[in-house]
């Protein structure tokens, strides 16, 4: 039955509204002039005004649980302590001062449906468990490299479950067991299959690469790590390898502008550790005869970066204030020391490459970079009681060697070898107490046959040592070291020392 009786005149439809003066919007479409809308004032009414709006409520973020794996489908009991032991241990150091899902959400959930991922988790927990009982110092015994049999059994279960290069966490387990040879060859070939899964331009949108094609974690993720252990790796080694993650890291939207301040603890690491990579990245052939116009070049642009992304930096410390984590104030000291460490190689460059006196001025610069290191040494034994600490990536081990063997303040020097030998730190291939053995080879070295030392002046450019590389054995307590000293002390060529240091 219509709802019109015939011939009788149809109201024009119009879209109901919630908005408009309280006079006219249920009559007519209200114009919401302010203050009296135009539609009462034309026909001499008055207009009652609006409303207040109510604010419109966001749609609510899901507060669903993200439920670790269940320990029940564990053979035995050895099984589940090494994997709580991964969990509640191995996984948090291993993300480091910076906050992150890979370790502690998502590698966990891939136990569910990767066998192979579930039997290294469990050696490293294990192992990790050894690493601590051992304050921080795993050594191999024999050849074979391995200490702990029930390790080495799940070791060799995720090989067998691995039929397809698909992951590399053995790295980190040969890590662990200062075996830094393998460890860099599991690097490098994790490198590799990260190169060859970018798509070339021609055949492939350039975001074809935005989700992983393995669920368990977004490449862009795998990509941020391997970054991180590419530069460890650079500046242990000293040389890049043919897998270079400059190029793959350029696509991310941090590569980008520096922020006017950043967000996150995590963002400002990522942003620093790229620009310094692509600055280090194939900068200059020192036998180019533009060697010096290159880098003069180079030297402005690492100064203008560093410049952005400390006021980038500063601006986040200012904004979080008092509302930051423990974890952000170690991750915050770690970049500044990252900052402070990187200011000194953009100054020196200005001066001679190899006339060490020049690192002299820097020491207000080295001792903030040991201050900073304790005060993040001291937050560790807040949270952990001082157990050893093992993490991916860079914090204080490496910086505190830079200081050790370039500060020659007696004090300074003497407070960072200290330092690394007391704190039970490993950061990647940086082990904190091997570490501490060479600096301290090194700071005798310099200091033998000199009667007193009380300041840097103390120390004459013939007695001190450059060019510092060092071999760690992958079997027993040595290392092979090897730097530049002049062969006399008139003499102005320096010529190449290798010792074998055991301990």
């Given at each position: 039955?219509?709802?019109?009786?015939?011939?009788?005149?149809?109201?024009?439809?119009?879209?109901k509204?919630?908005t408009g003066?309280?006079?006219?919007?249920?009559?007519?479409?209200?114009?919401e002039?302010?203050?009296?809308?135009?539609?009462?004032?034309?026909?001499?009414?008055?207009?009652?005004?609006?409303?207040?709006?109510?604010?419109?409520?966001?749609?609510?973020?899901?507060?669903?649980?993200?439920?670790?794996?269940?320990?029940?489908?564990?053979?035995?009991?050895?099984?589940?302590?090494?994997?709580?032991?991964?969990?509640?241990?191995?996984?948090?150091?291993?993300?480091?001062?910076?906050?992150?899902d890979?370790?502690?959400?998502?590698?966990?959930?891939?136990?569910?449906?990767?066998?192979c991922?579930?039997?290294?988790?469990?050696?490293?927990?294990?192992?990790?468990?050894?690493?601590?009982q051992?304050?921080?110092?795993?050594?191999?015994?024999?050849?074979?490299?391995?200490?702990?049999?029930?390790?080495?059994?799940?070791y060799?279960?995720?090989?067998?479950?691995?039929?397809?290069?698909?992951?590399?966490?053995?790295?980190?387990?040969?890590t662990?067991?200062?075996?830094?040879?393998?460890?860099?060859?599991h690097?490098?070939?994790?490198?590799?299959?990260?190169?060859?899964?970018?798509?070339?331009?021609?055949?492939?949108?350039?975001?074809?690469?935005?989700?992983?094609?393995?669920?368990?974690?977004?490449?862009?993720?795998?990509?941020?790590?391997?970054?991180?252990?590419?530069?460890?790796?650079?500046?242990?080694?000293?040389?890049?390898?043919?897998?270079?993650?400059?190029?793959?890291?350029?696509?991310?939207?941090?590569?980008?502008?520096?922020?006017?301040?950043?967000?996150?603890?995590?963002?400002?690491?990522?942003?620093?550790?790229?620009?310094?990579?692509?600055?280090?990245?194939?900068?200059?052939?020192?036998?180019?005869?533009?060697?010096?116009?290159?880098?003069?070049?180079?030297q402005?642009?690492?100064?203008?970066?560093?410049?952005?992304?400390?006021?980038?930096?500063?601006?986040?410390?200012?904004?979080?204030?008092?509302?930051?984590?423990?974890?952000?104030?170690?991750?915050?000291?770690?970049?500044?020391?990252?900052?402070?460490?990187?200011?000194?190689s953009?100054?020196?460059?200005?001066?001679?490459?190899?006339d060490?006196?020049?690192?002299?001025?820097?020491?207000?610069?080295?001792?903030?970079?040991?201050?900073?290191?304790?005060?993040?040494?001291?937050?560790?034994?807040?949270?952990?009681?001082?157990r050893?600490?093992?993490?991916?990536?860079?914090?204080?081990?490496?910086?505190?060697?830079?200081?050790?063997?370039?500060?020659?303040?007696?004090?300074?020097?003497?407070?960072?070898?200290?330092?690394?030998?007391?704190?039970?730190?490993?950061?990647?291939?940086?082990?904190?107490?091997?570490?501490?053995?060479?600096?301290?080879?090194?700071?005798?070295?310099?200091?033998?046959?000199?009667?007193?030392?009380?300041?840097?002046?103390?120390?004459p450019?013939?007695?001190?040592?450059s060019?510092?590389?060092?071999?760690?054995?992958?079997?027993?307590?040595?290392?092979?070291?090897?730097?530049?000293?002049?062969?006399?002390?008139?003499?102005?060529?320096?010529?190449?020392?290798?010792?074998?240091?055991?301990?």
């Open positions: 039955m219509p709802r019109v009786a015939p011939n009788q005149r149809k109201r024009a439809y119009r879209p509204t919630r003066c309280n006079t006219c919007k249920y009559v007519i479409k209200c114009d002039t302010i203050p009296s809308c135009a539609k009462c004032t034309s026909t001499g009414r008055k207009c009652d005004g609006y409303q207040i709006q109510a604010q419109q409520t966001p749609p609510e973020v899901s507060k669903a649980i993200i439920r670790s794996p269940n320990t029940g489908f564990f053979g035995n009991t050895r099984e589940r302590r090494s994997f709580y032991f991964f969990q509640e241990r191995t996984a948090p150091q291993l993300s480091g001062f910076f906050a992150g890979f370790w502690e959400r998502l590698l966990l959930q891939a136990t569910h449906h990767e066998p991922i579930r039997h290294a988790i469990i050696a490293l927990g294990s192992l990790h468990e050894r690493f601590e051992d304050n921080g110092l795993v050594v191999q015994s024999d050849a074979n490299g391995w200490t702990d049999d029930f390790a080495l059994k799940n060799n279960q995720a090989i067998k479950y691995l039929m397809e290069p698909l992951s590399r966490k053995a790295q980190t387990i040969d662990m067991q200062s075996a830094y040879g393998p460890a860099v060859a690097l490098q070939s994790g490198l590799k299959i990260l190169c060859e899964a970018q798509p070339k331009i021609q055949d492939h949108p350039p975001l074809s690469l935005t989700v992983s094609a393995v669920p368990y974690a977004p490449i862009e993720m795998l990509e941020e790590i391997f970054m991180r252990l590419d530069l460890q790796v650079t500046q242990m080694v000293g040389t890049e390898g043919e897998w270079n993650t400059y190029e793959i890291m350029k696509k991310h939207a941090w590569t980008r502008e520096i922020p006017p301040a950043f967000s996150t603890v995590s963002q400002a690491r990522n942003c620093l550790l790229f620009h310094w990579h692509k600055l280090s990245f194939n900068i200059w052939d020192r036998s180019s005869k533009q060697f010096p116009e290159i880098l003069i070049a180079w402005k642009t690492s100064i203008a970066i560093l410049d952005r992304w400390s006021t980038a930096f500063d601006a986040f410390l200012s904004n979080r204030g008092d509302k930051m984590t423990d974890n952000e104030r170690k991750g915050a000291a770690v970049l500044t020391i990252i900052r402070e460490l990187g200011s000194t953009v100054m020196l460059v200005r001066t001679k490459v190899d060490q006196r020049n690192w002299d001025i820097f020491s207000p610069i080295f001792e903030k970079i040991v201050c900073l290191a304790e005060d993040v040494v001291k937050l560790d034994f807040k949270s952990n009681g001082g050893p600490t093992f993490c991916i990536d860079l914090a204080i081990v490496s910086p505190l060697f830079e200081v050790s063997i370039r500060c020659r303040d007696p004090v300074i020097r003497r407070r960072a070898i200290n330092l690394l030998r007391t704190c039970g730190r490993t950061e990647g291939v940086w082990n904190a107490f091997l570490t501490s053995k060479v600096a301290q080879k090194v700071l005798d070295i310099e200091e033998t046959g000199l009667t007193v030392v009380k300041t840097c002046e103390d120390i450019d013939w007695a001190r040592i060019n510092i590389n060092v071999a760690f054995h992958p079997v027993g307590r040595k290392a092979t070291l090897t730097y530049s000293r002049s062969e006399s002390k008139d003499g102005v060529t320096r010529g190449t020392v290798e010792e074998v240091i055991e301990w």
